[in-house]
Nanobody
Framework: QVQLVESGGGLVQPGGSLKLSCAASGSIFSRNTMGWYRQAPGKERELVATISSGGSTNYADSVKGRFAISRDNAKNTVFLQMNSLEPKDTAVYYC???????????WGKGTLVTVSS
């Protein structure tokens, strides 16, 4: 059983920064892609950023230049450094993992990020 546990959400003022973390446990295998999605109130869940076990990254246009995704393979942990936050970034942020060998995918329970003055 795979578990993803997010942390680091909270309330931040516009222009501020937050760093999210997601620790994965279970049968995740060494080849996988981890990432972050977000869902704002009344909107569909959308991609924020992904990173493969080899380090290849992908970002939504809306966060390019402001957010940075990274991972620690030894600790099976993915991070999302969010800078220059804007009210439109307010959402529940979900950690996601796709196992390379099986294609199975898993979601965390989410962590709320609120950007407000």
């Amino acid at each position: 059983q795979v578990q993803l546990v997010e942390s680091g959400g909270g309330l931040v003022q516009p222009g501020g920064s937050l760093k999210l973390s997601c620790a994965a446990s279970g049968s995740i295998f060494s080849r996988n892609t981890m990432g972050w999605y977000r869902q704002a109130p009344g909107k569909e869940r959308e991609l924020v950023a992904t990173i493969s076990s080899g380090g290849s990254t992908n970002y939504a246009d809306s966060v390019k230049g402001r957010f940075a995704i990274s991972r620690d393979n030894a600790k099976n942990t993915v991070f999302l450094q969010m800078n220059s936050l804007e009210p439109k970034d307010t959402a529940v942020y979900y950690c996601h993992l796709v196992v390379g060998v099986t294609g199975a995918n898993y979601w965390g329970k989410g962590t709320l990020v609120t950007v407000s003055s």
